[in-house]
């Protein structure tokens, strides 16, 4: 059974960190892509970040050179970290892991709630 599950999230005030994981099981993880998505109250879930199986990273612009994305192919883990935070990064975080050769395969976690607030 394949599992993601994320772990790291919470509250903190502007200006802090936060780092998150997700962790799999039941897939080959190193042949994934893995993107961590965000949605907040009222509105549409938005990519966040991508990391291939490569190591190539993209970002959304409103987290660019904040939000770093990296993979532990070892411990079947991806990682979000979260710099700078602001109010308006507030969100369920959720990972997905995407496998686009062969038969396509797309698996999400359950989420973890950040909220940056003073």
């Known amino acids: 059974q394949v599992q993601l599950v994320e772990s790291g999230g919470g509250l903190v005030q502007p200006g802090e960190s936060l780092r998150l994981s997700c962790r799999t099981n039941?897939?080959?993880?190193?042949?994934?892509?893995m993107n961590w998505y965000r949605q907040a109250p009222g509105k549409q879930r938005g990519l966040v970040a991508t990391i291939s199986s490569g190591g190539i990273t993209t970002y959304a612009a409103s987290v660019k050179g904040r939000f770093t994305i990296s993979r532990d192919n070892a411990k079947n883990t991806v990682y979000l970290q979260m710099n700078s935070l602001k109010p308006e990064d507030t969100a369920v975080y959720y990972c997905?892991?995407?496998?686009?050769?062969?038969?396509?395969?797309?698996?999400w976690g359950q989420g973890t709630q950040v909220t940056v607030s003073s």
């Open positions: 039941g897939i080959i993880f190193s042949i994934y892509e």
């Open positions: 997905n892991a995407v496998k686009r050769i062969r038969e396509f395969r797309d698996y």
